[in-house]
């Protein structure tokens, strides 16, 4: 069993910036792939960027430049920092993990990003 404990939404104006965390934790657990998903109302969950156990990253293009992922595996821990923030980027941020190479998909509750003057 795997649970995902998300922390970091929050309001901000344009163009500032926050930090996503998303701790995981179980035993006999790899977290091959971490990352964040977005979805806004009416819309579809759309990936926002993902890292793999080596470092491997890739982002929706939508973010790039502006978005970082990055993680620390000594505390099981991927981090979103997002700059430039736009109202566009408001949505819910779900954290993601694939537990290994075959493993099963981990989606936590999410945290509410809003990005508004």
């Known amino acids: 069993q795997v649970q995902l404990v998300e922390s970091g939404g929050g309001l901000v104006q344009p163009g500032g910036s926050l930090r996503l965390s998303c701790a995981a934790s179980?035993?006999?657990?790899?977290?091959?792939?971490m990352g964040w998903y977005r979805q806004a109302p009416g819309k579809q969950r759309d990936l926002v960027a993902s890292?793999?156990?080596?470092?491997?990253?890739n982002y929706a293009d939508s973010v790039k430049g502006r978005f970082t992922i990055s993680r620390d595996n000594a505390v099981n821990t991927v981090y979103l920092q997002m700059n430039s923030l736009k109202p566009e980027d408001t949505a819910v941020y779900l954290c993601?993990?694939?537990?290994?190479?075959?493993?099963?998909?981990?989606w936590g509750k999410g945290t509410l990003v809003t990005v508004s003057s």
């Open positions: 993601y993990v694939k537990n290994g190479y075959y493993g099963m998909d981990y």
């Open positions: 179980g035993s006999r657990s790899s977290f091959y792939v």
């Open positions: 890292i793999t156990r080596g470092g491997d990253t």
